[in-house]
């Protein structure tokens, strides 16, 4: 916990840095920082007065608009502060109050025209900065880096990831090293197997990249992603002529549960029998439960189990085989 802390503290720190968000005004204008905030809240789609919103701009009366209320306590601010701060742009003309048609307790707030422009000034302005921020970094450092945001979110905010379909793609220049990493890495921390298994796959992958001709067109690969990140990978290679073969099923810890496993099966049943293959199968350990289930539900059924030393440990070793449409 203490290096965590750490860690928190430290890019919070930098992160303002990049920002520059320590000085008075943010981005060179008027505004300080939670003054710019309140209206990028006041500007969101939805509000009336915003860009995006259907209400119109001098209709007196309206339901729409941000709740002053609502608007504290999004935000977390004190009243007293949040009150100056609408004082100060009521008086410079970016925001008009009203009572709600609907409540009359409730004072309603909305940009004027003037006030939206402001926003649309302010919103030009990040995105300009953070634009620039990213372009320097590839465009998979840039996917690394939204997943990261979502699991800080996620992890800070205390709430759990939303639920996201896994995105399936070919590979890409450094997903075959990533491939042989992560094998090496997930099954010795969770089965305690040795680096002969971390080679076994080495070579699988180096096969796959030397196939060529009418093998080659009848294998396949595929990375799963979550939030941009590489979760999961599978192989599509060939056994025989009739025969295709699945391996190096992969699915990491934090994206187990959201059907990425299933996802890549049946991506490789689906090319396996666009290439023609009658028949394919697996080979497989009967320690790997999560990974068998998907193979049962898939339609492979039990071929062949039978004791087998590998990779440091006493294994039992399994063929699984389904015929394909």
């Not at 009150?83 to 409730?106: K, N, Q, Y």
């Not at 990375?223 to 699915?251: H, N, S, W």
């Amino acid at each position: 916990m203490p290096d965590a802390v750490t860690a928190v503290r430290e890019f919070s720190r930098f992160y303002t840095d990049v920002l520059g968000l320590l000085g008075g005004a943010l981005l060179e204008t008027p505004y300080s920082l939670t003054e710019a905030r309140v209206l990028f809240e006041l500007g969101q789609p939805g509000s009336a007065g915003s860009a995006g919103s259907a209400g119109t701009a001098g209709g007196a009366g309206t339901a729409g608009g941000v709740g002053a209320l609502d608007l504290r306590r999004r935000l977390g601010l004190d009243p007293g502060y949040l009150s100056r701060i609408l004082a100060r742009f009521e008086s410079a003309g970016l925001v008009e109050r009203e009572r709600s048609t609907v409540d009359a307790r409730r004072q309603m707030l909305r940009l004027t025209p003037l006030g939206r422009e402001a926003f649309a000034d302010l919103d030009a302005r990040s995105t300009a900065q953070v634009s620039g921020l990213l372009a320097a970094a590839s465009e998979a450092e840039r996917r690394a880096l939204v997943g990261a945001l979502g699991t800080a979110r996620a992890v800070l905010g205390g709430e759990k990831r939303p639920t996201r379909r896994p995105e399936l793609r070919p590979l890409r220049p450094g997903d075959l090293g990533w491939v042989v990493q992560r094998h090496g890495l997930r099954y010795a921390e969770e089965y305690g197997w040795d680096a002969t298994f971390e080679g076994l796959v080495a070579r699988i992958v180096a096969d796959y990249t030397e196939s060529a001709g009418p093998t080659a067109a009848r294998q396949n690969a595929w990375i799963a992603e979550l939030g941009g990140e590489p979760v999961g990978c599978v192989f599509c290679t060939q056994k025989d002529d009739d025969t295709a073969q699945l391996r190096l099923l992969l699915v990491e810890p934090a994206a187990r549960g959201a059907g990425v496993g299933t996802a890549l099966v049946d991506e490789c049943l689906r090319f396996a029998a666009s290439a023609g293959y009658r028949e394919i199968m697996l080979w497989t350990n009967d320690v790997l439960v999560a990974a068998r289930r998907i193979y049962e539900r898939a339609g492979f059924r039990l071929e062949h189990e039978g004791a087998r030393p590998n990779f440091g440990a006493q294994l039992t070793e399994q063929i699984w085989r389904r015929p394909l449409p």
